[in-house]
Antibody, heavy 120, light 110 residues
Framework: QVQLVESGGGVVQPRGSLRLSCVAS????????MHWVRQAPGKGLEWVAC????????YHADSVRGRFTISRDTSKNTLFLQMTSLRPEDTAVYYC?????????????WGQGTMVTVSS | QSVLTQPPSVSAAPGQKVTISCSGS????????VSWYQQFPGTAPELLIY???KRPSGIPDRFSASKSGTSATLGITGLQTGDEADYYC???????????FGTGTKVTVL
């Protein structure tokens, strides 16, 4: 079945770095755009970044631009989020999501999420 | 803060109907497809509505949606205790070049 599994979360100190991974299965990963969405404890959903199916276009939220980078490795069916210069306000559950058609429309499938805690 | 505005909470008795509004602008709802997501505590969100009004397979027809101008609405009829969850609208914002979510609405079944 279609599945997304995130990993790489953990506890990191402020100004530290972390790389999240999202392994896709059950669908043609190279044919779909992907997103990262986060949710701080007790808060709403916040979009983080997205990448087109072929990696040709990437978009990042203002809150993470210049610090986070989305990428993908089609040979490994894996989506990444490289996070640097982490701040306490980046503490959240990070979800990866597969789009239904294009990166501009809906998120059809979500992973279970991975928790990132930025604290000294 | 969120670009799309939703009421913090709505409630109704079992069997009744609730509606959740999502207000935006011409750069987002006005010119792009709206989606709705349902999220239970401690779990990942799930797609409820896409392309303004369409339901993915497996979503009951008790859930419906509409869009008019720069606003969208989600309706839940025949309310059940299992519908208690947080609901978010979402769409692409062409001016921001970013996906935007609504502030979220908690549905309570009285």
């Amino acid at each position: 079945q279609v599945q997304l599994v995130e990993s790489g979360g953990g506890v990191v100190q402020p100004r530290g770095s972390l790389r999240l991974s999202c392994v896709a299965s059950g669908f043609s990963f190279s044919s779909y755009g992907m997103h990262w969405v986060r949710q701080a404890p007790g808060k709403g959903l916040e979009w983080v970044a997205c990448i087109r199916y072929d990696g040709s276009n990437k978009y990042h939220a203002d809150s993470v631009r210049g610090r986070f980078t989305i990428s993908r490795d089609t040979s490994k069916n894996t989506l990444f989020l490289q996070m640097t210069s982490l701040r306490p306000e980046d503490t959240a559950v990070y979800y990866c999501a597969k789009v239904k058609n294009t990166i501009f429309d809906s998120f059809e499938i979500w992973g279970q999420g991975t928790m990132v805690t930025v604290s000294s | 803060q969120s670009v799309l505005t939703q009421p913090p909470s709505v409630s109704a008795a079992p069997g009744q109907k609730v509606t959740i509004s999502c207000s935006g602008s011409s750069s987002n709802i006005g010119n792009n497809y709206v989606s709705w997501y349902q999220q239970f505590p401690g779990t990942a969100p799930e797609l409820l509505i896409y392309d303004n009004i369409k339901r993915p397979s497996g979503i009951p027809d008790r859930f419906s949606a509409s869009k008019s101008g720069t606003s969208a609405t989600l309706g839940i009829t025949g309310l059940q205790t299992g519908d208690e969850a947080d609901y978010y609208c979402g769409t692409w914002d062409s001016s921001l070049s970013a996906y935007v979510f609504g502030t979220g609405t908690k549905v309570t079944v009285l």
